[in-house]
T-cell receptor, first 112, second 113 residues
Framework: EAGVTQSPTHLIKTRGQQATLRCSPISGHTSVYWYQQALGLGLQFLLWYDEGEERNRGNFPPRFSGRQFPNYSSELNVNALELEDSALYLCASSFNDQETQYFGPGTRLLVL | DQQVKQNSPSLSVQEGRISILNCDYT??????FLWYKKYPAEGPTFLIS?????DKNEDGRFTVFLNKSAKHLSLHIVPSQPGDSAVYFC????????????FGQGTELSVKP
């Protein structure tokens, strides 16, 4: 069974640009979560999508947004990139919000 | 406000011995706890979990203990192997927190041959 996949693996952008990160969940999982791991910091919850709807978001500004498609894959968009947005962005999926979350390999975003 | 804390940033253990990783939490609403293992530049790998209605869960070499009164959980790895060397994160969630996992800062385990 394929795990959670994310693309691209690495992304380099300049300040002010927009970044789009993609995630495909494990087959059968309808919930997708996004987390940020900035350098030296722990994993911080960003967003939770389920059945195409945003269900919860963490303490991040509105320029962090996303969506979930009918096939349950998801996109994370970061607008007006700032240097401190440089981080590893992790996607996870689960059957529902009460079940174990399984993580993908992450996308490393570097903002110059 | 750090609701999940791993106070030991690193731990070094001899191969074959027991590794004990600790985690403390402050939110009494947490009802599900997980341990993940992470290598640099990779996503966390799920190891083991425990519901708040239990005090122990075992899976092979990994055992998680939960002490609700002390708001403390621990992960025991027996016997430790060099391949266990990684950063270990504990995480917690609550029914009313909308799918959000709260992670500790991680403990880097080094198992020496």
């Amino acid at each position: 069974e394929a795990g959670v996949t994310q693309s691209p693996t690495h992304l380099i952008k300049t300040r002010g640009q927009q970044a789009t990160l993609r995630c495909s969940p494990i087959s059968g999982h309808t919930s997708v979560y996004w987390y940020q791991q900035a350098l030296g910091l722990g994993l911080q919850f960003l967003l939770w999508y389920d059945e195409g709807e945003e269900r919860n978001r963490g303490n991040f500004p509105p320029r962090f947004s996303g969506r979930q498609f009918p096939n349950y894959s998801s996109e994370l968009n970061v607008n007006a990139l700032e240097l401190e947005d440089s981080a590893l962005y992790l996607c996870a999926s689960s059957f529902n919000d009460q079940e174990t979350q399984y993580f993908g390999p992450g996308t490393r975003l570097l903002v110059l | 406000d750090q609701q999940v804390k791993q106070n030991s940033p690193s731990l070094s253990v001899q191969e074959g011995r027991i590794s004990i990783l600790n985690c403390d939490y402050t939110n009494s609403m947490f009802d599900y706890f997980l341990w993940y293992k992470k290598y640099p530049a990779e996503g966390p790998t799920f190891l083991i979990s425990i519901s708040s209605i239990k005090d122990k869960n075992e899976d092979g070499r990994f055992t998680v203990f939960l002490n609700k009164s002390a708001k403390h959980l621990s992960l025991h790895i027996v016997p430790s192997q060099p391949g266990d060397s990684a950063v270990y994160f504990c995480a917690a969630s609550a029914h009313n927190q909308g799918g959000k996992l709260i992670f500790g800062q991680g403990t880097e385990l080094s198992v020496k041959p």
